[in-house]
């Protein structure tokens, strides 16, 4: 009879959807910053129904390393049912968030880590002060989380940057939602958690290209927004 696994203290959700080449050297990173501060964790990985070689990248990686597990969906979902999958199958008592692209640096983990370890928050979000984005993209962003941030007060300069690390606890305050990797912070902040901002690196995406255009970086985030306003005021 096999033993039971012993829960690890950190898990890392990375979900992922056609991000072949950049898997490999992100991951690499990832685990190296997680096994450098001796950090009893597990990795859930999560294919979002890829049709490139993100499958056999994915697996490569958890061949290396029992500490990973994949997680994948048969046909694409989007972002925010691929993180809330990830976040349900975690085992951590804390919880690491970031994206499969590469553009955010893993070694800003343990400044993220440290403001919740010492119990300063509950949620300690990246904003990305310095974005390698197209100038349009950097644009809609701004927009969008101006909208955001005076309408549901969640006082995020960067809802979108999904460089996160919180207790466990949280997920209480999560549900199922199309952009649930934007308004998460908006959800933790009306479920009365505290939730903090930390400047993060931001880099320039290597392979693939960017898996969102005008319609998911205004109309869609605008309209949920909206949506959403009225849903937390309607249980206050």
């Not at 696994?5 to 959807?17: A, G, I």
């Not at 061949?63 to 349900?88: K, V, W, Y």
């Not at 590469?102 to 880590?113: I, R």
Request: charged content about 25%.
């Amino acid at each position: 009879m096999s033993l039971p696994t012993p829960t690890p203290r950190y898990s890392l959700v990375v979900p992922f959807y056609n991000e072949a080449g950049n898997i490999p050297p992100l991951l690499a990173e990832t685990l190296a910053v997680l096994r450098a501060h001796a950090l009893d964790f597990e990795a859930i990985l999560v294919n979002d129904g890829s049709t490139d070689d993100t499958a056999r990248e994915l697996a490569a990686v958890a061949a290396t390393d029992p500490r990973c597990r994949i997680l994948a969906f048969s046909a694409n979902r989007g972002q925010a049912a691929a993180l809330l999958a990830g976040l349900r199958a975690a085992r951590g008592a804390i919880l690491l968030t970031m994206d499969g692209d590469g553009q955010n640096d893993p070694a800003d983990f343990p400044a993220l880590l440290a403001l919740v370890e010492r119990g300063e928050a509950d949620l300690v979000c990246g904003w990305r002060t310095d974005r390698h984005d197209s100038w349009l993209r950097r644009a809609m962003s701004r927009l969008s989380n101006a909208v955001r941030r005076r309408l549901l007060h969640d006082g995020m300069h960067d809802a979108g940057c999904q460089l996160r690390v919180f207790r466990r606890e949280i997920l209480t305050a999560l549900q199922p939602h199309r952009m649930l990797q934007t308004f998460l912070p908006a959800l933790v902040v009306a479920a009365g958690f505290r939730v903090r901002e930390l400047p993060v690196k931001h880099r320039t995406r290597r392979y693939g290209r960017a898996h969102y255009g005008l319609h998911n970086l205004w109309w869609r985030p605008t309209h949920d927004t909206l949506k959403l306003w009225r849903q937390i005021h309607r249980t206050r």
